[in-house]
């Protein structure tokens, strides 16, 4: 019998800490972008996808940025799922992260396992971690609630046994959508049934991506002879895989690239989707789906100095690298589909182990090996066993109401719901989960006044989409209900609009420091550095001069006041702002580096230099970010120190 029971995963694990209090109005310009040449050399239909509803910004998720690196060992809240051939660990509370598949009759683990939880900047909003199997949804990259609580609750399978559900409701793109992972009786194959709905009107943009981690020394096979490449240069090209024009790599196998890539499989029409990591003795982990998954994928990270040092960044020393096999809906992640009102996404994954020939899986016959899989694939899993495994959960189970519920992800599905008036079988949002963060927004969508904050308190979460905007404008006036308004014109693109909002709310607020950091932003993302600088610097004054002096808040608007000010040439009033911030932030990592960079400013190289000498880290590091480099380079022509080395590109 497949069970399904709360568990407790102790891991070494750095704390999450509290997100940036700041709204997330910085214009979004993602890591994963193609530049303009190479867009218009892509054929049509890719172009269009690329091109669909690019993110404005973040708003309305939160940055999170809080986490630090001290590892401490933690409990975990977990699921496991099992049967007598697998057993399956989710993490509900960290974006319904399977964290281990572990094939009963072999013993052996199936995924990259990360021994630690440490948090890094690789989601859209920060804080992301490595390892297992995530669900990205959202837009092109790792998804907002990589750490964040889903919904979990016991629901009858289709087989009559225990199925996991997860779901929550995904607010960039302001979609619900659920993950049902369950274990038939007697399969070696872990079935995941996926929906996305579009309960509004309109179209929306839909993104999703299934990423697994591996043992990067694996051979990775798909049913392709030609993948598109991406790198972090931001090109996009077509190549014959797996040996490339040069002939002479083999790039099946992740060890052999030298920089952090994708290769995205083009999978042929017809051909049954799958892809498979496999070790020395042609066993590992198959991944296949039904057709609406299309995509499948292989990230490495590659074997120069930048690849190696984030791949330690994630994990504890000594711990073995790992690659990615994913599946999406689209050919890249570079794209989005349209998903009309109305209409849903399903699928079925299904996840488990595989066994070839060593000789021919691994051998330099690229046909044969492919062959080799897919044989042992069939025989494992049928492709028709896989369709009707979907029909049967979309027509049986996928309504089915919770049975037992197991965890309580947040409140913003049942405030959408109170206001749509949405009807969603299977993923119930009840008002029970409602809670502070949108007490504000009920009481708007009750009363149509929205309640301002509490006597200094900072201004509360956001909200963006297009029926919120109109019951703020309809709202009366007054500075917290201007700074909203403001917020979501802005998102909508409505800048000149936005600012006026804020302006007005400025001329009567007694707490003036959220609303000039709004302009700061406008200000800055408008090319006006000195007077954007000015107000940065205004806003964190206005706040530190308040007796209730919010931490965070000051760590926050001080990071983002001296950073301006440094681009301004106002080095002097830099110096006076670094030395109001709290003593415990300027001995953050990102403020040890902000500090080089003032002292920089000022000439004083050699006390730059003994910063990076001292050493720091800096915790929130964004994914490809290379001004680690760039300042080393203006301190001193040295190579760079390996400790400081995250560059995923050639010099």
């Known amino acids: 019998m497949t069970t399904v029971r709360r568990a407790v995963l102790t891991l070494p694990a750095a704390p999450l800490g509290p997100d940036n209090p700041l709204p997330a109005l910085r214009t979004h310009r993602g890591t ?33 940025d809080g986490y630090g690196r001290a590892r401490t060992p933690t409990e975990l809240d977990a699921v496991v799922i099992e049967n007598d051939r697998l057993r399956a660990t989710v993490l509900p509370g960290l974006g319904g992260r399977v964290h281990s598949l572990y ?44 750490c964040s609580p889903l919904h979990a609750a016991v629901v009858r399978a289709p087989d009559g046994g225990r199925m996991l559900r997860l779901w929550e409701w995904e607010r960039l ?21 996926v929906r996305v709905r579009n309960p509004h009107e309109r179209p929306a943009p839909v993104y999703w991506w299934s990423n697994t981690a591996v043992p990067e020394d694996r051979r990775v096979i798909a049913p392709a002879d030609e993948a598109w490449h991406h790198g972090y240069d931001r090109g996009l090209r077509r190549l014959p895989f797996p040996l490339t024009e040069d002939r002479g790599t083999d790039h099946s196998y992740p060890l052999n690239g030298d920089y952090a890539a994708d290769w995205f499989y083009d999978l042929p029409e017809g051909q049954r989707r799958w892809i498979a990591a496999l070790d020395a003795d042609g066993t590992g982990l198959v991944q296949t789906s039904t057709d609406p998954l299309r995509g499948r994928k292989l990230f490495l990270w590659g074997r120069e100095r930048g690849g190696r040092r984030w791949q330690e960044w994630l994990t504890e020393p000594g711990t073995p690298g790992y690659a990615e096999i994913q599946a999406g809906l689209a050919r890249t992640q570079l794209e989005h589909l349209e998903l009309p009102g109305g209409a849903e996404f399903s699928w079925l994954e299904a996840y488990g182990p595989l066994a070839a020939d060593p000789a021919t899986a691994l051998g330099d016959d690229w046909d044969a090996a492919r062959a080799a899989v897919e044989s042992g694939l069939a025989a494992a899993l049928p492709r028709a066993g896989v369709d009707a495994a979907y029909t049967a959960w979309r027509e049986q189970a996928a309504d089915s109401g919770p049975e037992t519920v197991l965890a309580v992800g947040s409140g913003w599905g049942a405030l959408e719901v109170l206001r749509g008036q949405h009807e969603l079988p299977g993923t119930p949002f009840p008002e029970s989960t409602l809670g502070p963060e949108q007490a504000p927004w009920r009481a708007l969508l009750d009363t149509g006044v929205l309640p301002a904050p509490e006597k200094g308190a900072p201004p509360g979460a956001p909200l963006v989409s297009a029926p919120w905007r109109d019951m703020l404008e309809t709202a009366p006036a007054d500075p917290s209900t201007e700074y909203h308004l403001g917020i979501a014109q802005w998102h909508a693109g409505d800048r000149a609009q936005a600012v006026r909002s804020w302006e007005r709310g400025l001329r009567e607020a007694a707490v003036r420091w959220p609303l000039l950091r709004c302009l700061a932003v406008a200000d800055r993302e408008d090319g006006h550095p000195a007077r954007a600088a000015e107000r940065f610097a205004e806003a964190f004054t206005d706040h530190a001069d308040r007796a209730a002096e919010d931490e965070a808040v000051a760590a926050a608007l001080g990071r983002e006041a001296v950073t301006a000010l440094l681009a301004a040439g106002r080095t002097g009033r830099a110096r006076e702002l670094w030395a109001r911030l709290p003593e415990e932030a300027r001995g953050r990592g990102a403020f040890r580096l902000l500090e080089a960079r003032l002292l920089l400013a000022e000439g004083a190289t050699d006390e730059a230099r003994a910063v990076f000498d001292a050493g720091f880290e800096v915790a929130d590091l964004r994914e490809g970010a290379e001004i680690l480099g760039e300042v080393w380079a203006e301190i001193t022509e040295e190579p760079l120190p390996y400790a400081y080395e995250f560059r995923m590109r050639p010099n």
């Open 32 to 64: 994963h972008t193609v530049d303009a040449q190479t867009l218009s050399e892509l054929p049509r239909d890719m172009a269009r996808g690329i091109g669909r509803a690019p993110l404005r910004s973040l708003l309305p998720a939160p940055v999170r």
């Open 173 to 193: 793109r302001d979609l619900p959508f659920q993950v049902d992972l369950w274990l038939p009786e007697g399969s070696a194959f872990l079935h995941v049934g």
């Open 103 to 146: 094939d009963k009759t072999s013993g052996r683990e199936l995924l990259y396992r990360n021994p630690v939880f440490q948090p890094a900047a690789f989601a859209l909003n920060g804080a992301w971690f490595s390892g297992g199997i995530e669900w990205n949804i959202g837009a092109t990259g790792h998804t907002t609630l990589s």
